[in-house]
């Protein structure tokens, strides 16, 4: 499979996360495979709360928009829906974040790529809640939890 974010109606793919219409954002891509999301992600220079170390904000919305995207693959899994079948409807199925819990474990370094693993842990209707996992060089410097919530109609374009 390409990354989850490839398959949002244009519409809704201005993120500044993981909108890949944005000129300006981080570009969050996210692969679904065997029930998981995976993503890396490279920090620039200035990404940076103090010399040497990841921003804090930075590493939230990482965690942010990459488990939005693991919740709309597994939902879409879930469904029994190929987002990837053009013909088959409208792309990745859209979700907001309903609660978004990070808990720092250690500082991030600047550095080396970060890694991203996140996975359901609770399915239902108009709700998936993902655990997530951001790592540097191996090390889990962060925790996260997501309660991805469909996207009300109110909200489309």
Known sequence: MDFVQDYYPDAFAHCFGCGRLN???????????????????????YH???????YGGLVASLIDCHSIG???????????????????????????TGSLHVD??????LGPPLELRAWPVEMGERKVVVAS?????????C???VVAVRMPASMGA
Do not use: C, M, N
């Open 23 to 45: 000129a300006h954002g981080h570009h969050v891509q996210t692969r679904w495979v065997d029930g998981e999301g995976l993503a890396t992600f490279e920090p620039k220079p």
């Open 48 to 54: 940076i709360a103090l010399p040497g170390y990841v």
């Open 70 to 96: 693991t919740a709309a693959a597994a939902f879409a899994e879930a469904e029994g829906v190929d987002f990837t079948d053009e013909g088959e409807g409208d792309g990745a199925p859209r979700f907001v």
């Open 104 to 109: 720092f474990l250690k500082p991030t370094p």
């Open 133 to 141: 996992e951001l790592s540097a060089g191996r090390e889990v410097t």
């Open 143 to 145: 925790r996260g939890r």
